[in-house]
């Protein structure tokens, strides 16, 4: 008689990380849902199939849990906007397809998109420096892409601090259209930043 296989025993380091894979997903959910603040350690874990104290015993509290979620999810995303900034096309190219990137995500994963501005509402609420300090950090790839297109000549002169916070409004709201279940005129935003940031034939 054949002997049944059974699959290799996680390490304490593999289950735990397994663990905490599971409880992310759950607060990723729960947070997109209802929100951070509205939503307690003990639903995420309960929502994850664990006891009440397994969110206890891998996170410090509520506030590692969020950045958690928030790194799992611009994790997702990172990498696919990073590529559509490093392309080797003009500046305009990059943020149409930055725009596109970041929107097909969303409709892709709306309770991603919901739990991060989720996580971002909180941190706003409880940390308005803290808050700051990751604004910052989420404009300034967009204000290197305009400053580019400025060096290059692709762009006309404008202010690419404002431009950027103002797109990052933009998709933010789109995103949270999404989550709601709306649908999003990905070209309509497309072709307003186009016009927004477009150097004008002849202008100096």
Sequence with gaps: MKETQHPPRMTRKESQEATRERLVASAIELFARSGVAATSLNAVAEHAGFSRGAVHGNYSG??????????????????????????????????????????????????????????????????????????EDSLADLVDLFEDGQRRGEMRAFDAH??????????????????????????EIVALFAAATRKEAGAP
């Design 62 to 135: 509520k506030d590692e849990l969020a950045a958690a979620v928030a790194a799992a999810v611009v994790g997702a995303l990172g990498p696919e906007l990073q590529r559509t900034l490093a392309a080797p096309v003009p500046a305009g190219e990059r943020l149409a397809a930055y725009i596109r990137a970041f929107l097909e995500f969303c409709s892709r994963h709306p309770d991603h998109a919901g739990a991060l501005i989720a996580v971002v509402a909180y941190y706003a609420r409880a940390d308005h420096r803290h808050y700051g300090d990751r604004a």
């Design 162 to 187: 404002t431009m950027a916070f103002a797109l990052r409004t933009v998709l933010d709201s789109a995103a949270a259209r999404m989550r709601d279940g709306a649908g999003v005129p990905t070209e």
